[in-house]
């Protein structure tokens, strides 16, 4: 059984960098998509950053200068971290795992960042 295990998330101020960890379990995946999607409140659950099994990654336009994602394989481990926060970033984020080759998709129970300005 997948089970995906969020954590990092909290109230920051504007400006300030913050990581997000999410370690993927009972996964026996070769090909994968790991990355974080956030939804803020009243909008569409929205992608931000993906990291390919093979080590590519992909960003979110509104983040891409700011936020990086990385990959520990022995853990199995993502982490999200973004730097320069702004307001408009606050959301929950979710981590996300997705087969690439079914485009099975799995889901965390999500991580709590708000952004005071």
């Known amino acids: 059984q997948v089970h995906l295990a969020e954590s990092g998330g909290r109230l920051v101020q504007a400006g300030d960098s913050l990581r997000l960890s999410c370690t993927a379990s009972?996964?026996?995946?070769?090909?994968?998509?790991l990355g974080w999607h956030r939804q803020a409140p009243g909008k569409e659950r929205e992608f931000v950053a993906g990291?390919?099994?093979?080590?590519?990654?992909t960003f979110a336009e509104p983040v891409k200068d700011r936020f990086t994602i990385s990959l520990d394989n022995t853990k199995n481990t993502v982490f999200l971290q973004m730097t320069s926060l702004k307001p408009e970033d606050t959301a929950v984020y979710y981590c996300?795992?997705?087969?690439?080759?079914?485009?099975?998709?799995?889901w965390g129970q999500g991580t709590q960042v708000t952004v005071s300005s």
């Open positions: 996300n795992l997705r087969d690439v080759i079914t485009m099975y998709e799995y």
């Open positions: 009972g996964h026996t995946l070769s090909r994968y998509v």
């Open positions: 990291i390919f099994s093979t080590g590519g990654s």
